[in-house]
């Protein structure tokens, strides 16, 4: 029985599901929206949410605590400046996912997973005649 044990296990060992989710964490800080399955995405939003609630605290511990995490120091200044200002005045709900389909290959349910206000960056192709 599994009584009081939360969390999906994925099929991996916890070594590999703390790697993984460290990983995802900041890949999804660094580029602001990621592609991954529906599953994971929704045993990642807990996650996310409490590096951003680390990086709204600001102090020097919240700090730390984060880098004990995220392992990447300019992704963690990112979330500690840019992201944290974005999301100063909101009291949660700072990520979103968004069903995208099935994959071909297994059939997995897809998913993408963003920080609320996430804008495509729009590059400008110059063409010359």
Same mark, same amino acid.
């Given at each position: 029985? &599994?009584?009081?044990?939360? +969390? ?18 900041? *890949? #999804?800080?660094?580029?602001?929206? @990621? ?8 045993e990642l939003r807990p996650i996310a949410e409490k590096m951003i609630t680390l990086a709204k605290r600001g102090d ?7 880098? +004990?995490?995220?392992? *990447?120091?300019? /992704? /963690? ?7 944290? *200002?974005?999301?100063?005045? &909101?009291?949660?709900? %700072?990520?979103?996912? #968004? #069903?995208?389909?099935?994959?071909? +290959? ?6 993408? @997973?963003?920080?609320?206000? %996430? ?11």
């Open positions: 029985m &599994r009584h009081n044990n939360s +969390g999906r296990k994925l099929g991996r060992t916890s070594s590999h599901r703390e790697a993984m989710f460290r990983n995802m964490v900041t *890949s #999804l800080f660094e580029h602001e929206r @990621i592609t991954t399955t529906k599953e994971k995405a929704k020097q511990h919240a700090r730390r605590q984060a880098l +004990g995490f995220i392992r *990447s120091k300019g /992704v /963690v200044e990112k979330l500690f400046t840019t992201i944290q *200002s974005q999301f100063a005045d &909101r009291a949660g709900g %700072y990520t979103r996912i #968004l #069903l995208t389909g099935v994959r071909q +290959g297994d059939a997995a349910q897809m998913a993408i @997973i963003e920080l609320v206000g %996430y804008q495509e960056k729009t590059e400008k192709v110059d063409k010359e005649n």
